[in-house]
């Protein structure tokens, strides 16, 4: 199983920006496609972003899309989630997970971290 560990969340104002990481010691880590979701209490897990295992191909939701990016450095075997533009609706926590293959949604992914809050204030 694969480990991660999310960080980079905080309280930030509208239209601000953040960066999250997700970090993994797995050797195996670049064999998965590694996606972000994010869930308010209470509410359905949402899927945000999903990345390939080179990089090169990338996939959003439309809430996010334009606003957010997804990229991964191979070398420290981490994905960010560069989030700009940040809106109150924005809050939530953030969390990542792998897939084995690519998908545009929360299928595939198992095992989501606890994740990092995100708190954008109006």
């Known amino acids: 199983q694969v480990q991660l560990v999310e960080s980079g969340g905080g309280l930030v104002q509208t239209g601000d920006s953040l960066r999250l990481s997700c970090a993994s010691s797995?050797?195996?880590?670049?064999?998965?496609?590694v996606g972000w979701s994010r869930q308010v209490p209470g509410k359905e897990r949402e899927f945000v972003a999903v990345?390939?295992?080179?990089?090169?191909?990338?996939y959003y939701a439309e809430s996010v899309k334009g606003r957010f990016a997804i990229s991964r450095d191979g070398a420290k075997s981490t994905v960010y989630l560069q989030m700009n533009s940040l809106k109150p609706e924005d809050t939530a926590v953030y969390s990542c997970?792998?897939?084995?293959?690519?998908?545009?949604?929360?299928?595939?992914?198992?095992?989501w971290g606890q994740g990092t809050q995100v708190t954008v204030s109006s």
């Open positions: 797995s050797q195996s880590f670049h064999n998965y496609v």
């Open positions: 997970a792998v897939s084995p293959r690519l998908t545009r949604d929360l299928t595939g992914f198992t095992s």
């Open positions: 990345i390939n295992w080179s990089g090169d191909w990338t």
